[in-house]
């Protein structure tokens, strides 16, 4: 087991479960949905009789998901009935209270009262399948990935005056060792953002400050008492915290790396392989989803939709400037660009390259998350499913042109000029100057 030990990784359940850094108390957890919405369904996606070759094992799936902007995809697919188009007539789409909560309820599976599925940090299905987060290896696949871009790093407005944006290093002479930093799970996505930019900036996130988990719905509430200096986490909670004056952005990720990779669509190995037209009929529907949510004709329908109480249970202004890529940073400056913005189709951002996933492993291995032994090919090899993502998409009609016929998308450049050349991992750790690696 990884230097993440099961202790510590009770402790951060309980951390996170319950918001405990200020006495700030966690409000939601899992929500039931009703039957397959067909009403409100788009032209093309009523549900009709699936032909007996494609027809499902089964018809039931629980998926999960957090209240962030980038679980669109699988809200979508449920309130416009795509679940259903493809068979699966009842799919029950579950808010989790947390990201433990969400693996955990991988690990008990449907089965045993969890989850089939979920909307993902990238990062997690790896670590439950090696086993350094769950009492015992949970294999997992990643179908797809559900966007690229669309997190922030946001900042107390005590630190206004410093004017942090892509760099931090502003922050290194007022922050101290008891500065909380928060990000959402050790290890995911939000904590490597967050790393990384401090690192860019000369700060140490191991020595420095003190990095801290907290759910995303979280984020805002204990940012106004005082329990933060900064955070990392995705839309539309960093919208939220300027619209209420509570702190502004430093960033939006995708000036960090632009179309960066984020969450990703998982289910359990062993659900998807005793049900493969299942697995794949879920796949289709995410992807049609996916398509759906890259329409800017849908955007304002579809904050309406994720904004319901059900779901984000925020004010559909709140999600919508930032998924057009307009942005209000909070301290002064702001932002026009959609090119910037969350994506979930267009520029191949579904596509779940097996060299994203290298650089979340990579990165991993940074941090003391992973050890350095960690056989990653081997690992992505078991996790990556980019074969039943081609697979889905060619069933469902997407043009040669848009399915990829590269496992890498080549060398990644960040904002700062460092690059990750997936053919040479090593070089890339070598040439970064703060890290934590572990034997």
């Known amino acids: 087991m990884s230097n993440f030990s099961r202790t510590t990784r009770r402790k951060f359940m309980l951390t996170a479960g319950a918001a405990a850094i200020g006495g700030v108390v966690l409000h939601g957890c899992t929500s039931p949905t009703t039957t397959p919405n067909t009403e409100n369904a788009s032209p093309g996606t009523q549900p009709a009789p699936v032909s007996a070759e494609d027809a499902p094992e089964v018809t039931k799936a629980k998926l999960g998901f957090i209240a962030l902007t980038d679980a669109s995809p699988l809200i979508i697919a449920k309130e416009k009935g795509l679940f259903a188009k493809y068979g699966m007539t009842e799919v029950e789409v579950l808010k989790q209270a947390s990201w433990p909560v969400t693996r955990d309820n991988l690990e008990l599976g449907s089965g045993g009262g969890g989850i089939d599925g979920a909307h993902i940090l990238t990062p997690m299905p790896y670590m439950m399948t090696l086993g ?50 928060a990000m959402t799970f050790p290890g995911g996505t939000h904590d490597l953002w967050i790393r990384y930019w401090l690192a860019a900036g000369g700060i140490d996130p191991g020595k420095d400050v003190s990095v801290i988990p907290v759910p995303p719905p979280q984020m805002v509430a204990n940012m106004k008492v005082g329990n933060m200096s900064a955070f990392c986490v995705g839309e539309p909670w960093n919208a939220q915290l300027v619209a209420q004056g509570a702190g502004y952005s430093a960033l939006i990720t995708g000036e960090l790396w632009k179309d960066h990779p984020e969450k990703a669509f998982t289910l359990r190995k062993d659900w998807a392989d005793q049900n493969p037209k299942a697995a794949k009929a879920l796949l289709k529907a995410v992807l049609e989803a996916q398509q759906w949510c890259d329409d800017p004709a849908n955007t304002e329908e579809m904050a309406e939709i994720i904004g319901g109480r059900q779901y984000l249970n925020v004010p559909s202004e709140d999600i919508l400037g930032r998924l057009q890529g307009k942005v209000d940073f909070g301290d002064g400056r702001t932002l026009d660009d959609r090119d910037l913005a969350m994506k979930f189709w267009r520029d191949n951002a579904s596509y779940p390259y097996q060299s994203h996933d290298l650089w979340f492993l990579t990165e991993d291995i940074r941090w003391g998350y992973l050890p350095a032994s960690t056989d990653t090919k081997k690992v992505i090899a078991e996790v990556n499913r980019e074969d039943l993502w081609k697979e889905a998409a060619t069933a469902i009609g997407v043009p040669a042109d848009q399915i990829p016929t590269s496992t890498s998308r080549g060398v990644e450049t960040f904002f700062d000029g460092v690059k990750f050349d997936p053919e040479n991992p090593q070089a890339y750790l070598d040439s970064l100057k703060i890290k934590a690696i572990k034997a």
């Open 132 to 181: 350094t987060i769950t009492q015992k290896p949970v294999p997992m696949y990643i179908l797809a990935r559900l966007n690229t871009q669309g997190q922030g790093i946001s900042v107390d407005n005590a630190l206004k005056d410093l004017k942090v944006s892509t760099d931090s290093q502003p922050l290194k002479a007022k922050l101290t060792k008891e500065s909380k930093v």
